[in-house]
């Protein structure tokens, strides 16, 4: 075999690893996405239209961001059960990183594929664990505009850039801060290119500004239709977000034991790596400018950009994945030292096992727990409308109640993502369910069981009570259980307990 051959073979080896924590349990859970799951079956049953979930949601049908990962699992649920949609849409997100990272890296150092492996850290990444479909979804798409910007002819600058407007313009529809990221760097790679082969600059921003016409007027609609995605903004302290650069929070999502010095490992070698790089690296050729420019733009974002802001939240670990990600793609250009180099790789590598290891442990820790939540929440039907009440103190849980609406035709109450003014799915105003109290937000939570039937006529026919405390119970608690104490027990277990209405 020869040994580009094996390189490809043991890359996709390795790729494939990373779907271990994916297939290896009942439930892939993250901490959003068993929210997202169920707005896909929720999304789905509108299509068919729905009398029962048409009842509490509608669809949102404005040309809105973050489309892409409801469409695919909804689509997998027409012919699948939603677990399959759930790792189905997992699955595509590490497959297509890996794809598209390795064929930009090989098309730029050709003669060393085995840079390549730098993506692996990319493949389960902070936003996998946290449950950020869209956005993890979107990391291929940018990965596409990149190489496509890099190999776009100027020789067609006077037609339009069909291709590169397509993908832009899906990746709007899958994540907006990836939207605008991908159009600044494709603008800067096609500028730089375009002088660095001599030309002016010009044809190369045309190519780009055209390319991304329609996503710039969509995002223009969206700013202008949401003016609460302008509001305020908050910061993560910056020694917080330089630690970050070497102990690898773009790659650690929930703090597992083990997982901060696995990452750690990933991540160290790629940013002393990349400093050098960025310190010591402007000499060499214009493409290797490029790519470093590209990465130091990326850092100043990351140093400067707020954590929250319009509307989003959880940017600044965003900002490092990006930061990691075009930095591995300027060591990969630049051609550093063959053994500086080959060390890199080999660190991360066995890092990035040793993290996909762990997470394939904590992935099956948690699909026990979402399978013991689902055997207690058998009794509970389709037209179901269920109250759930999570006491967990693991804030992974968040959630899990959501599999319930993810897997039948039944209204829970607690569904954040539908709240969001730019969801594909949203609550109708007249069957919200803020008025029964802090369910969706504390883990000791106040209720009015009856609130919800007096405000919507609809009433709520399933109570669900998850890690509720078994001693000593607050006074919330207690007047729950007061308030349902004539309904009927329908399963119970060590973690859960059910009450159906009589």
């Known amino acids: 075999m020869r040994a580009g051959a094996g390189a490809k073979l043991l890359y996709w080896l390795l790729a494939a690893l990373h779907l271990w924590p994916i297939w290896g349990s009942a439930w892939f859970v993250t901490v959003d996405g068993p929210c997202h799951l169920a707005n896909a079956r929720i999304l789905l049953d509108l299509v068919r239209g729905d009398e029962f979930t048409g009842r509490f949601f509608a669809l949102h049908t404005w040309p809105e961001p973050y489309w892409t990962g409801p469409v695919i699992m909804a689509a997998v649920m027409s012919v699948a059960p939603a677990w399959v949609a759930e790792k189905a849409v997992f699955s595509l997100a590490v497959i297509a990183v890996a794809w598209s990272y390795r064929r930009l890296a090989v098309s730029l150092a050709p003669e060393r594929p085995w840079l390549s492996f730098l993506a692996m850290p990319f493949l389960l990444h902070y936003a996998v664990a ?11 798409l940018l990965l596409m505009a990149l190489h496509h910007a890099w190999h776009q002819p100027f020789v067609s600058a006077r037609g339009y850039p069909t291709r590169m407007a397509l993908i ?141 802001a319009a509307g989003g939240s959880s940017a600044s670990p965003r900002a490092l994945l990006f930061f990691m990600l075009l930095v591995s793609l300027a060591i990969t250009a630049s051609g550093a030292h063959g053994t500086l180099a080959l060390v890199t790789v080999t660190i991360v590598i066995a890092g990035d096992i040793w993290h996909t290891t762990l997470q394939a442990r904590t992935a099956r820790a948690l699909s026990s727990e979402a399978t013991a939540l689902l055997e207690v929440a058998a009794p509970i039907g389709d037209a179901a409308v269920v109250l759930p009440l999570n006491y967990s103190g693991n804030w992974v849980h968040s959630n899990l109640s959501s599999y319930i609406a993810a897997t039948r035709n039944a209204t829970v109450l607690d569904n954040f993502v539908a709240l969001a003014p730019f969801s594909p799915v949203q609550w109708r105003p007249e069957s919200l369910p803020l008025g029964i109290g802090d369910f969706a937000t504390s883990n000791a939570p106040c209720v009015r069981v009856r609130e919800y039937e007096r405000l919507t006529g609809v009433p709520i026919t399933h109570v669900f009570f998850w890690k509720s405390p078994a001693e000593s119970p607050d006074s919330c608690t207690t007047s729950t259980l007061e308030q349902v104490s004539a309904w009927h027990r329908a399963a119970e277990s060590g973690d859960a307990l059910l009450f159906v209405q009589p």
Do not use: Q
């Not at 946290?130 to 291929?140: A, E, R, T, V, Y």
């Open 130 to 140: 946290m449950g950020f479909i869209n956005f993890s979804l979107s990391l291929p």
């Open 168 to 308: 832009l313009t899906l990746l709007f529809f899958t994540h907006l801060t990836s939207f605008m990221a991908a159009g600044a760097c494709v603008a800067l790679i096609l500028l730089l290119r375009d002088r660095g082969e001599g030309g002016s600059g010009l044809s190369g921003l045309r190519i780009a500004v055209l390319a991304a016409v329609p996503g710039i007027c969509l995002s223009l609609a969206y700013w202008l239709m949401h003016p609460t995605a302008r509001g305020g903004a908050t910061w993560v302290p910056l020694d917080d977000r330089l630690a970050w650069l070497v102990n690898g929070r773009a790659y650690n999502a929930l703090g597992v034991d083990g997982e901060f010095y696995a990452s750690a490992m990933t991540a160290a070698p790629v940013a002393f790596l990349g400093a050098w790089l960025l310190i010591g690296g402007w000499k060499k050729d214009w493409a290797v400018r490029t790519w470093l420019l590209l990465a130091a733009c990326a850092l100043v974002a990351f140093l400067v950009l707020p954590d929250v």
